[in-house]
């Protein structure tokens, strides 16, 4: 079993059918991180803002890739939030931690202080991206993975089982992988992660295990190891 895991989670897994946030899809994950902290495993988590906003679609509104970065750290702050409160509501002891101080609603993000806060086995979410735009919330995950000298970082994927050699709903002869290492997934130009973001993993030494977080208690059995997707390391 790991000690230490980043989970990584999108904005859009925290939509489900819903336009911002599903209730339903909030519980179940709230339940599940309290499952693995009850375990006794130490919780990070890092979340995207795509449920509200992504920087794409403002660049193609004319906005500039500066301003729409910043829409977007900002929008990782709310489902930081979103996520506190739920794991609040069955007495998940969190903290909140933004690269883009806010001291009015979450802690700036101190590296010491992240870490005494998992050693005392609450549960810590980064907000805000890396606080500097033009980087990804990959390249976020795996920064704070390194920093926090994290285990494994955990790929929750909505409704993908792992890494295929093609896209999977596209391409019916798409081969799933249960194993790659950094550098086949960036020869085949997998885009599990940005490369920024794997090269950090690689460098330290930081698997990478994605997984489908649809499946209720997923999110433990990855944490046990088990064969559940693709392990990357």
Known sequence: MYKRVLLKLSGEA???NE??????VLRQLAAEIKEVRDAGVQVAIVVGGGNFIRGKSLQEMGADRVTGDSMGMLATIINALAIQTYLEGIEV???????IEMPKVAE??????AVRHLEKGRVVIFGGGTGSPY????????LRASEIKADVILMAKNGVDGVYSADPKKDPNAVKFDELSYMEMLSRNLQVMDSTATSMCKDNHIEILVFNMNEAGNILKAVKGEAIG????
């Open 108 to 113: 700036p993000f101190i590296q010491r202080r």
């Open 93 to 99: 002891d969190t903290r909140v931690m933004t690269a």
């Open 135 to 142: 980087f990804s919330t990959d390249t976020t995950a795996a």
């Open 19 to 24: 336009k911002n946030f599903d209730p339903v």
């Open 14 to 16: 925290l939509a489900g």
């Open 230 to 233: 693709t392990v990357i390391r």
